[in-house]
């Protein structure tokens, strides 16, 4: 074996082993997510002068924070070269981790026949978002407009929302957008029948001018809180937004704007075939962000997410417009704090919308890019906490605060044992998993052969973290036992004084 194979050298702040490495059975190299950003208008490209394209948004993706992974995306035109030329197939779908949907057309169409999603697609589609992949699926559209005259079925509802034509039969994600009737574009009928979040400028604009879409100006979400458990006792609970929404600097509180957005939707009931169980029930989809209409004081759904990692079946967001990740909206926002939080958001879907065994990749590199960065290193053999928070503060601000929970536990937590129970926190556990590399990485550079693997270092950690943590709180509950006597003697051996009188 050479030495270079045998050698292990740091790329930045990142140990790489070669293959005889006594380190390499535990390094994971960062994964690579790809993404397809699937449309059918021409305008949805990579150029930067498109209004409808997506060039601003995968450029934040790609170099705004690369800590979780390498973020491969492609934009594909289902008419490029031909009417539909470009189907969702079996093959097509398996060279990617996960499916944007920014269509454009509203349905079939006499020169247009197949437009809308065919049969061999759903069914593609369906195999790849269950058990087999688990891909994930951001659904967009937009506003309603009237049905074209020439649809191939004359029955459908009068107002069709831009994109249903490959958005509403996308299994399960379909059911999460409104594709007929309103809201529409068209504010002189009656201004409650559009949905706009768009912000004033301080110039007098009217809020139904499209021109406020690509100012510097966001609109502000109100955004769905979760609880993260209290550590200690009588502590209030903490609440964090989910994480689609949790920013490097603190909650997303920021989006981009527009005057007629979409709407989205929820199904009247939730069939088991459809929607699927897992072990801890049934999970359903649920609004993360709203918006407001400052015309009238009105409150919208803006995001909603599914997450069907606990019943096998992939991540879905859906979104009232893929306006929130055009060009033409983004252009407005110079370099700082807007910018830099609506990039958050773009990478935070990149990541949350990944198949669990992607997921897995990524927190597979999250520890050992921790485990043996030089910073932890200096602080190996010290307490847990201290581990964690030096662990956490190389981290700095490369990964927003959710995420970094999601990364740290291998399993899914439920929100009401989050509430109930006094949960560890998650520098702790960081701390108790780094403990247990050290002490690995430590055993193999001394020729140790039968040592744990990654999985078993993870669940290893995470179990020393919660003794760790169990047993504080029972020294902390011992303690409080004693506090009814410590009380009562210290009063009795306080000396008797008369009270005093005010006259």
């Known amino acids: 074996m050479t030495t270079e194979e045998t050698a292990a050298a740091y790329d930045g702040n990142v140990l790489v082993p070669g293959h005889g490495h006594p380190w390499f059975p535990w390094y994971c190299p960062k994964p690579t997510v790809r993404i397809l950003c699937y449309t059918d208008h021409p305008q949805v490209n990579f150029e930067l002068a498109s209004d409808f394209g997506v060039r601003e948004m995968r450029d934040l993706i790609v170099s705004h924070n690369p800590f979780h992974a390498t973020f491969d995306i492609d934009v594909l035109d289902r008419h490029a070269g031909g009417h539909a030329k470009n189907l969702l197939t079996t093959d097509l779908l398996m060279n990617y981790d996960q499916v944007w949907f920014f269509g454009v057309e509203q349905c079939n169409r006499g020169p247009a026949p197949r437009n809308e999603l065919t049969d061999d697609e759903v069914a593609a589609l369906d195999d790849w978002m269950g058990t087999s992949a688990q891909g994930g699926v951001l659904i967009t559209g937009d506003h309603a407009n009237p049905r074209p005259v020439d649809a191939t079925d004359a029955g459908l509802d009068p107002l069709l929302n831009l994109g249903r034509a490959l958005g509403h039969r996308v299994p399960r994600a379909g059911r999460l957008r409104r594709w007929e009737g309103l809201p529409s574009a068209d504010p002189s009928t009656d201004p409650r029948f559009t949905h706009n979040t768009q912000v004033p400028d301080g110039l007098g604009t009217p809020l139904d001018n499209l021109t406020l879409q690509d100012d510097a100006f966001p609109q502000r979400l109100r955004l769905t809180p979760y609880p993260v458990g209290r550590p200690w006792p009588w502590l209030p609970v903490r609440y964090r937004p989910h994480p689609l929404f949790c920013g490097r600097s603190g909650p997303i509180e920021v989006f981009p704007d ?9 199904p009247a009931t939730y069939p088991e075939d459809e929607w699927p169980s897992g072990p801890h029930g049934q999970p359903l ?15 919208y759904e803006l995001v909603s997410a599914y997450d069907g990692t606990p019943a096998s079946v992939g991540r879905i967001v859906a979104d009232t417009t893929w306006h929130h990740y055009f060009n033409v909206n983004l252009r407005g926002f110079s370099a700082g704090p807007v910018r830099d939080a609506i990039a958050d958001f773009y990478v935070n879907l990149a990541v949350w919308l990944s198949p669990p065994a992607l997921r897995h990749r990524m927190r597979c590199w999250f520890w050992w890019n ?45 929100v009401e044992h989050r509430v109930k ?52 709180l029972r020294e902390f509950a011992a303690a409080a036992d004693e506090l009814p006597g410590l009380v009562d003697e210290l009063r009795r051996s306080e000396p008797a004084s008369d009270h005093v009188r005010v006259t």
């Open 258 to 266: 527009h005057m007629h957005e979409g709407a989205l939707a929820f």
């Open 370 to 414: 921790l485990a043996t960065h030089p910073a932890v290193q200096m602080v190996k053999g010290h307490h847990v906490g201290v581990l964690g928070r030096t662990a956490v503060d190389v981290l700095g601000g490369r990964a927003g605060q959710c995420l970094l929970a999601e990364l740290t536990w291998p399993f899914h937590v439920p």
């Open 285 to 299: 989809p649920e609004v993360v962000a709203f918006g407001t209409d400052k015309r009238f004081a009105r409150t």
């Open 421 to 472: 129970m006094p949960w560890p926190p998650d520098e702790v556990v960081i701390g108790g998993v780094v403990k247990h590399y050290h002490e690995t990485l430590d055993r193999a550079l001394g020729g140790d052969r039968d040592l744990p693997d990654i999985n078993a270092l993870v669940d290893n950690g995470v179990q020393l973290a919660v003794d760790e943590h169990t047993a504080q």
